[in-house]
């Protein structure tokens, strides 16, 4: 059974620019949440996806965005980085309306310069 | 506003000793709460876990308690092991809303636990 897998592990990025961030659930699972972790901070709540639509957010610009796909991997997009944006994102995946049953993959550290 | 949170950013124990990690509550409609531990350069571990509706749950040497009236619970860890040293967050599940079946996490306790 493999776990979530995230990629890249880290990313530089200018402010403006945008980025795209990948995640591959655990197999079994049919449900992928996005969080994003500021530093000294805990996971904050992006979105989640289940049968490729959003299916809850958090409180996040419509400049994040996401996608999943029918293999329930997914990506989060980001358009018009800010310095703020800088911070680990985490990908979860679990089954839908098992909210113990989270695996949350390593993330992804996004520095925004 | 914070509606989970941790008070303490670390925490020091001596190896065999119990530890106690504390976490406060705003939301009375929460209805699961969870722990999570967490290494550098890896992703939240889910820990142990406990309903709104019972008042302690126990899993080996971690037992988690749950007191509803003070919007309080807390993490025991005992004996306590170098191995458990990590970032702790209490999250709880939000059952409502846009925001259904998604975690609010608090900001974490670095528990240190010394041989």
């Known amino acids: 059974e493999t776990g979530v897998t995230q990629s890249p592990t880290h990313l530089i990025k200018t402010r403006g620019q945008q980025v795209t961030l990948r995640c591959s659930s655990q197999s079994g699972h049919n449900t992928v949440s996005w969080y994003q972790q500021a530093l000294g901070q805990g996971p904050q709540f992006i979105f989640q996806y289940y049968r490729e639509e959003e299916n809850g957010r958090g409180n996040f610009p419509p400049r994040f965005s996401g996608l999943q796909f029918p293999n329930y991997s997914s990506e989060l997009n980001v358009n018009a980085l800010e310095l703020d944006d800088s911070a680990l994102y985490l990908c979860?995946?679990?089954?839908?309306?098992?909210?113990?049953?989270?695996?949350f993959g390593s993330g992804t550290r996004l520095t925004v310069v | 506003d914070q509606q989970v949170k941790q008070n303490s950013p670390s925490l020091s124990v001596q190896e065999g000793r119990i530890s106690i990690l504390n976490c406060d509550y705003t939301n009375s409609m929460f209805d699961y709460f969870l722990w999570y531990k967490k290494y550098p350069a890896e992703g939240p571990t889910f820990l142990i876990s406990i309903s709104s509706i019972k008042d302690k749950n126990e899993d080996g040497r971690f037992t988690v308690f749950l007191n509803k009236s003070a919007k309080h619970l807390s993490l025991h860890i005992v004996p306590s092991q170098p191995g458990d040293s990590a970032v702790y967050f209490c999250?709880?599940?939000?059952?409502?809303?846009?925001?259904?079946?998604?975690?609010?996490f608090g900001k974490g306790t670095k528990l240190s636990v010394k041989p």
């Open positions: 979860a995946s679990s089954l839908t309306g098992v909210v113990y049953g989270y695996t």
């Open positions: 999250a709880a599940s939000a059952p409502y809303g846009g925001s259904q079946g998604n975690l609010i």
